[in-house]
């Protein structure tokens, strides 16, 4: 599906068992998040790039998710170092403040390396296997559910509205800013809503008669092998390693 490229691979991440990789992933993403030094956060970073090679995932793909996310971040650093309050730092024309830019810069590291390391340690997995991990760390099974119906069904959402809006099209409509459009806009979003719930009683309905009660059976239950707990306690100790540097900080 859609999405799931990164995990199609042979890796040793590829390999490891999701709810090794959903503990972890947790783990470390708390500890970054938290943290309020330079060298907790570059850690993490550094971190997340060395399972990010030990992925072998594509690099372009890689690099293009990461310009989309720090194309957010530049809009802080367009902003936070001119607004935030704090020491000021005359660069020619521009004051800037040096806090701002302190603060920015942490944000900048602390983003990066929590999504290096979602890409290595989820995007390795597929959604199906993410939810079954989740449901066998005792996550509520309803949401579970409504992650993998949600993955699952959000595209046939989309190619219903791509549908209708190929007929409109095709019976000559051209958008502009006027109220024909908006009101025409209204009738697609509406008619992709009645859509969705026409096609969502079905699915329930099949799903009943196939005898759904409400949870997916795996065919074969996983056990942790020794090499998913030598993964396991290596990212332990990471995680009580970057504590440690952020107590000492």
């Given at each position: 599906?859609?999405?799931?490229?990164?995990?199609?691979?042979?890796?040793?991440?590829?390999?490891?068992?999701?709810?090794?990789?959903?503990?972890?992933?947790?783990?470390?993403?708390?500890?970054?998040?938290?943290?309020?030094?330079?060298?907790?956060?570059?850690?993490?970073?550094?971190?997340?790039?060395?399972?990010?090679?030990?992925?072998?995932?594509?690099?372009?793909?890689?690099?293009?998710?990461?310009l989309?996310?720090?194309?957010?971040?530049?809009?802080?650093?367009?902003?936070?170092?001119?607004?935030?309050?704090?020491?000021?730092?005359?660069?020619?024309?521009?004051?800037?403040?040096?806090?701002?830019?302190?603060?920015?810069?942490?944000?900048?590291?602390?983003?990066?390396?929590i999504?290096?390391?979602?890409?290595?340690?989820?995007?390795?997995?597929?959604?199906?296997?993410?939810?079954?991990?989740?449901?066998?760390?005792?996550?509520?099974?309803?949401?579970?559910?409504?992650l993998?119906?949600?993955?699952?069904?959000?595209?046939?959402?989309?190619?219903?509205?791509?549908?209708?809006l190929?007929?409109?099209?095709?019976?000559?409509?051209?958008?502009?800013?006027?109220?024909?459009?908006?009101?025409?806009?209204?009738?697609?979003?509406g008619m992709?809503?009645?859509?969705?719930?026409?096609?969502?009683?079905?699915?329930?309905?099949?799903?009943?008669?196939?005898?759904?009660?409400?949870?997916?059976?795996?065919?074969?239950?996983?056990?942790?092998?020794?090499?998913?707990?030598?993964?396991?306690?290596?990212?332990?100790?990471?995680?009580?390693?970057?504590?440690?540097?952020?107590?000492?900080?």
């Amino acid at each position: 599906m859609t999405f799931e490229g990164f995990s199609q691979g042979d890796s040793l991440l590829h390999r490891t068992d999701t709810r090794v990789k959903l503990v972890c992933a947790l783990a470390l993403t708390l500890v970054i998040a938290l943290c309020h030094s330079f060298a907790t956060a570059a850690g993490g970073l550094v971190l997340g790039l060395v399972l990010l090679g030990l992925a072998r995932l594509p690099l372009r793909q890689v690099l293009w998710r990461l310009l989309v996310v720090n194309s957010f971040i530049g809009l802080l650093w367009l902003s936070l170092p001119l607004t935030y309050p704090g020491d000021p730092l005359t660069l020619g024309p521009l004051h800037l403040s040096r806090q701002g830019l302190v603060l920015v810069s942490l944000i900048t590291l602390k983003t990066n390396g929590i999504i290096v390391l979602f890409i290595s340690l989820l995007a390795t997995s597929t959604v199906a296997e993410l939810g079954h991990g989740l449901g066998q760390l005792r996550v509520p099974g309803k949401l579970c559910l409504l992650l993998l119906f949600s993955y699952r069904y959000i595209f046939v959402i989309s190619q219903e509205y791509q549908r209708l809006l190929r007929a409109a099209r095709l019976r000559c409509f051209e958008p502009g800013t006027n109220l024909h459009t908006y009101r025409t806009y209204g009738h697609l979003f509406g008619m992709t809503l009645v859509k969705s719930w026409n096609r969502a009683q079905r699915v329930t309905q099949a799903m009943m008669l196939r005898g759904f009660r409400g949870r997916f059976y795996t065919l074969e239950d996983r056990i942790l092998n020794r090499r998913d707990l030598i993964f396991l306690a290596s990212m332990t100790t990471m995680v009580i390693c970057l504590g440690i540097l952020e107590g000492i900080r």
